[in-house]
């Protein structure tokens, strides 16, 4: 693992321990590999205004983030959508005839997952503008074709770096979709087994931990 010059981060579940609550020697970890060059950056589910507001406390060790699971980027105090606009609105009219709360983004819906059938109802006929991923307790209907791999591949191509010189890591499904863009998939602790089951990396510990323990594990291989 000596040449790689990106680590991807999932933020829930993976940078927090899902009450926002990050260790400070997480960001020492962060902070001894940007000394050797190695970027950090967060692709999230979360809405791009959340990460936003949080990106703010973060500048010190933090250039760039991706939000709405590879929808919308921020770098250089600008933001970024990563996919061609697509119109939502047939949609949220028909949730909303069923009666289906939902969360909507810049461009991500999410809705949860007690409403999956209603949901499946919902798109019909527009299967070729959206899909839907599952995250630990929501499904985000994301434009068609969008992942947190396409998150990936942006900041990849901001920083000049390729798959082989990139890490990823996170806890849910949808963080599977930065497999094909990284060379090295790692899966904290308290991650679901079907991501477990396809990480290059398992750590023992849980939570913002278990990030730490992959950042080092890095920096220890970094040449």
Not at 26 to 52: H, P
Not at 113 to 121: I, N, Q, T, V
Not at 186 to 195: F, H, K, Q, T
């Amino acid at each position: 693992m000596n040449n790689i010059r990106l680590v991807v981060s999932d933020f829930d579940r993976t940078f927090t321990d899902g009450s926002l609550y990050f260790a400070p020697d997480l960001i020492d970890a962060i902070l001894n590999l940007k000394r050797k060059g190695v970027r950090f950056s967060i692709v999230s589910g979360r809405k791009f205004s959340f990460m936003r507001d949080i990106f703010d406390d973060m500048g010190h060790f933090l250039d760039s983030f991706v939000a709405e699971n590879g929808c919308v980027g921020f770098f250089e105090d600008r933001k970024h959508f990563l996919c061609e606009e697509v119109d939502r609105d047939k949609l949220l009219k028909r949730l909303e005839r069923k009666n289906v709360p939902y969360d909507a983004g810049d461009v991500v819906v999410s809705v949860h997952h007690g409403y999956g059938k209603e949901l499946d109802e919902s798109l019909k006929s527009m299967e070729n503008m959206f899909h839907v991923i599952k995250n630990v307790d929501s499904l985000m209907v994301l434009p068609y074709g969008v992942s947190k791999g396409t998150g990936v591949k942006w900041l990849s191509g901001l920083y000049g770096v390729s798959a082989t010189e990139t890490a990823c890591i996170g806890d849910a499904e949808n963080d599977l979709e930065m497999r094909e863009y990284c060379c090295m998939l790692g899966a904290v602790s308290n991650a679901l087994p079907s991501m477990k089951e396809k990480a290059d990396y398992v750590t023992r510990g849980m939570f913002g931990n278990g990030l730490k323990e992959f950042l080092e594990f890095i920096n220890n291989n970094h040449g």
